[in-house]
């Protein structure tokens, strides 16, 4: 039996004894071992997400297949999630009545993929504080500058994100907070819940909100594209390709005049249809 067929028979067979998360984790300790990089162990995996259930018990609360489709994401794009080094998150969201794990990629992780794509030699995103020197200017002579204040930067105003590839081509983009604010309000599904890394690191949120914007132009291989298409999503599926797994977030969407509650269908890589 394959791995695919190993891991879905261990999730179908699991006693009623050993039917919690951490039994769960524990039992498919092996079959996670082979999606893992090397450059994470699978002890070190397995008390992350171990970790991540004590730090937040509500993740227990959530589907196990979920849970284990969020870890597999993980695990294959090499991101440690619920973290300090803020790469991956591990997300109770209420998925049309239903508690089940998200996962979402941090602002580090976004960096993290975007330099072993191999095409850029410089990836950054920085907060514009109100005190700070900055200028901007698009158009066929753009101008990007910034100088941090030495003291007393005040509240953030702005945020950007640049990149610059190895031959010498260049771009960025930059947003207000209140067009950041915006567009996670409009675009991300977990910005509202509690548990969502906007209530807690919402400048680093903001950084990976424009760096996915700038990074649209970016001459990126097709690996990262197929990598940052699993953010935000919910699969309960396991594959030893999880790029191949549909997105079963239930969007649901409020008519402004009549409050009226629509939900609409997805795409395999949860873009509304």
């Excluded at 969020?70 to 991101?79: S, Y």
């Excluded at 919910?234 to 030893?240: D, G, N, P, R, T």
Aim: net charge negative.
């Amino acid at each position: 039996m394959n791995i695919v067929g190993k891991i879905q028979n261990q999730v179908a067979t699991t006693t009623k004894k050993d039917v919690s998360m951490k039994g769960l984790i524990k039992s498919m300790e092996g079959e996670i071992a082979k999606a893992l990089p090397s450059v994470i162990t699978p002890e070190r995996f397995t008390r992350m997400t171990l970790s991540a259930i004590s730090v937040n018990p509500k993740l227990a609360d959530c589907t196990p297949k979920s849970f284990l489709g969020a870890m597999m994401n993980a695990a294959q794009l090499g991101l440690e999630p619920n973290t300090p080094l803020g790469q991956a998150y591990l997300i109770p969201y209420k998925n049309h009545g239903i508690d089940e794990v998200q996962f979402q990629i941090g602002y580090k992780g976004l960096i993290d993929l975007a330099y072993r794509s191999g095409e850029v030699e410089l990836v950054q995103a920085q907060v514009v504080y109100e005190n700070d020197t900055f200028e901007c200017q698009y158009g066929l002579e753009p101008k990007l500058l910034h100088i941090p204040a030495d003291s007393n930067r005040g509240d953030p105003i702005k945020v950007y994100a640049l990149f610059r590839t190895k031959s010498g081509g260049y771009g960025f983009e930059v947003m207000s907070m209140d067009d950041v604010k915006k567009h996670a309000e409009k675009y991300s599904r977990a910005y509202s819940t509690a548990y969502s890394p906007w209530k807690t690191n919402f400048e680093e949120m903001a950084k990976k909100t424009v760096l996915k914007k700038v990074l649209k132009y970016a001459p990126m291989k097709s690996d990262f594209v197929r990598a940052i298409s699993s953010d935000e999503s919910i699969k309960s599926e396991i594959s030893s390709d999880m790029y191949e797994v549909a997105d079963e977030t239930i969007y649901v969407d409020v008519d402004e005049e009549t409050g009226e509650v629509k939900e609409n269908d997805t795409t395999p890589n949860g873009q509304n249809v």
